[in-house]
T-cell receptor
Framework: DGGITQSPKYLFRKEGQNVTLSCEQN?????MYWYRQDPGQGLRLIYY???????QKGDIAEGYSVSREKKESFPLTVTSAQKNPTAFYLC???????????????FGPGTRLTVL | QKEVEQNSGPLSVPEGAIASLNCTYS??????FFWYRQYSGKSPELIMS????GDKEDGRFTAQLNKASQYVSLLIRDSQPSDSATYLC?????????FGAGTILRVKS
């Protein structure tokens, strides 16, 4: 089955810890994205990557880091510098956004992070 | 600042009625518009995309786009209790999407 997987589904972090959220896709999509969703709010873009070994900051990148070493994978690290990390984290992917094709994004199931 | 505005609701409609969800956006240059459905505790699911002025129909869903007035809407005909969810409007700005906060829809049987 083609799709986007995220793990873990639930994650608990202690103050001062870094944690890494996994995102994998087998859709052969070029672009991948990380969003954060807080209760009652829309999705806010953290980081995105259009090609391997390249990524750009979104609107709320502070306290987060990413890597894109493989086309299929785009892990997100929530560092201890992120002051309020409790949220629902969503990974998405889309077909090449640089060729003029439309930017339909498809989402993984999400990871719910809670800081203890 | 690119903005996408939606009425947070909740919008309550009886089963079988038409639900009308609206969205306005700030950038006249936007070309692509999307509606996502999100059930409580789940991730967003793409249900409609629209790129040209006018209407686009897919089953019980119709998306309407008016670029001159900078609004996009979603109509759900014959609403069912299973349509109860939060509907997110998303607008493409360059190579990114900006999402509205969503409208909660409740369909009462």
């Amino acid at each position: 089955d083609g799709g986007i997987t995220q793990s873990p589904k639930y994650l608990f972090r202690k103050e001062g810890q870094n944690v890494t959220l996994s995102c994998e896709q087998n859709l052969n999509h070029d672009a991948m994205y990380w969003y954060r969703q807080d209760p009652g709010q829309g999705l806010r873009l953290i980081y995105y990557s259009q090609i391997v070994n390249d990524f750009q900051k979104g609107d709320i990148a502070e306290g987060y880091s990413v890597s894109r070493e493989k086309k299929e994978s785009f892990p997100l690290t929530v560092t201890s510098a992120q002051k309020n990390p409790t949220a629902f984290y969503l990974c998405a992917s889309s077909i090449d956004v640089t060729s003029g094709t439309y930017n339909e994004q498809f989402f993984g199931p999400g990871t719910r992070l809670t800081v203890l | 600042q690119k903005e996408v505005e939606q009425n947070s609701g909740p919008l309550s409609v009886p089963e079988g009625a038409i639900a009308s969800l609206n969205c306005t956006y700030s950038d006249r240059g936007s070309q692509s518009f999307f509606w996502y459905r999100q059930y409580s505790g789940k991730s967003p699911e793409l249900i409609m995309s629209i790129y040209s002025n006018g209407d686009k129909e897919d089953g019980r869903f119709t998306a309407q786009l008016n670029k001159a007035s900078q609004y996009v809407s979603l109509l759900i005909r014959d609403s069912q209790p299973s349509d109860s969810a939060t509907y997110l409007c998303a607008v493409e700005y360059g190579n990114k999407l900006v999402f509205g906060a969503g409208t909660i829809l409740r369909v009462k049987s």
